[in-house]
Every structure is written in C-alpha cells, then in structure tokens.
T-cell receptor, first 112, second 114 residues
Framework: SQQGEEDPQALSIQEGENATMNCSYK?????LQWYRQNSGRGLVHLIL?????REKHSGRLRVTLDTSKKSSSLLITASRAADTASYFC????????????FGTGTRLKVLA | NAGVTQTPKFQVLKTGQSMTLQCAQD?????MYWYRQDPGMGLRLIYY???????DKGEVPNGYNVSRLNKREFSLRLESAAPSQTSVYFC?????????????FGEGSWLTVV
C-alpha cells in the first residue's frame, strides 16, 4: 500500500488564492519531499523537509511537518494559473533513504 | 546536461511480448529507480538500485526484472507483457544515502499492452 496519502485528491481555486494540500504517512521517516507534475511530464522536486524540521519555506511554498501525527502540508500562496499541476509527497525511510515511496497526489487547478 | 533520459517514449506491445526500457543518467548519481504511474494510483516503486551492483524490489516488482548495467544505466525488462502492465513508467535517480536527496525524473515512457 502507498506510504503517503495526499488530501484532497483534487482542488480547484481562483488565481491569487492560497492552496493547501496535506500528506499523511504510516511509518517513521527520515525526510519528506514534495514534487510537482505537469500533465504528461516527469516529476520535479519542490522542497525537502527533514524529520527534525517543523517548517520550511521556498518562495511561495511553505511546508510543515508533524512527525507525531505523521503528516505534512504544502501551502502555495498567491496561486497562479501556472501552478496547475499534480502535487505528490514522497517519504524517505529511517532505515535508509534509498527507497522513496510516493503518495497518490493532489490535482490542483488554478482558475484564471 | 540531459539529466535522466529514458527510451522509448511510447511503445505498444502485444500480450506475451517482451521489451526493455532503457534509462541513463549523467549526474553521477549512485541511486536509480523505476516507478510506474497509473491513473488514481500515484507512483509505485517497481525496483531500485541503491548503488552500482545492487538492486532491490520495491512495492510492485512482479512481472519485471532490472539490470544496473553500470553507474549510468538502469534498465527495466518486461519478460512477458500483460495488459495490467499498461502504464506510464518513470526512471529516476538521486545521489543516494545521507539524510535525503532530490530525486530527478525522466520524462516517462508510455507503454500499452494489448
């Protein structure tokens, strides 16, 4: 079964609004990463947060990690039509970060 | 700098046929991965290679074999294709180890088994 589960599965917002998506996972992790996938393309890395970090920022992205709840959230502020894509979380296990398990993704649509 | 290159981009197979998906990276990464992506299922790890000379099963290895030919190349073989293997396949690589490294993806290979 999938390690990560994103919520919601789909999200539709107006340009300029904030978008929040969540990721829950099942086992202890070393790090958690967020990726973006445009339709028909490969995944692109957005941000990595380690298990000893609680929050991280990168431009319009803000990621939080709550290891006690085994969950993470990705916030995209002031969204743009170009942010329309699918977003995935990926977890690296404590036993070694060679194997990354991805969630099912959140499909974000930003309406102009 | 090409990053991760996988071939072919598109392939149609008949049930029972075999084929190999090729993947190469030019970033001197230690670790390489093969994922499949089905609608509504996200990405599922088929096999990975933590370093040259090693391979390990992922979440859905049945029906597949892999070869880490050298540090650059990691191939995925379907010995007897089945319609259930219709999917988009992604090769990826990372520097591996440590406390987390970015994974770089290829552009995907669309495989249809009829």
């Amino acid at each position: 079964s999938q390690q990560g589960e994103e919520d919601p599965q789909a999200l539709s917002i107006q340009e300029g609004e904030n978008a929040t998506m969540n990721c829950s996972y099942k086992t202890s992790i070393n790090n958690l990463q967020w990726y973006r996938q445009n339709s028909g393309r490969g995944l692109v890395h957005l941000i990595l947060i380690r298990s000893n970090e609680r929050e991280k920022h990168s431009g319009r992205l803000r990621v939080t990690l709550d290891t006690s709840k085994k969950s993470s959230s990705l916030l995209i502020t002031a969204s743009r039509a170009a942010d329309t894509a699918s977003y995935f979380c990926a977890t690296g296990s404590v036993s070694g970060t060679y194997k990354y398990i991805f969630g099912t993704g959140t499909r974000l649509k930003v309406l102009a | 700098n090409a990053g991760v290159t996988q071939t072919p981009k598109f392939q149609v197979l008949k049930t029972g046929q075999s084929m190999t998906l090729q993947c190469a990276q030019d970033m001197n990464h230690n670790s390489m991965y093969w994922y499949r992506q089905d609608p509504g299922m996200g990405l599922r790890l088929i096999y990975y290679s933590a370093s040259e000379g090693t391979t390990d099963k992922g979440e859905v290895p049945n029906g597949y074999n892999v070869s880490r030919l050298n540090k650059r190349e990691f191939s995925l073989r379907l010995e007897s294709a089945a319609p259930s293997q219709t999917s988009v396949y992604f090769c990826a690589s990372s520097s591996g180890g440590g406390s987390g490294n970015t994974i770089y993806f290829g552009e995907g290979s669309w495989l249809t088994v009829v």
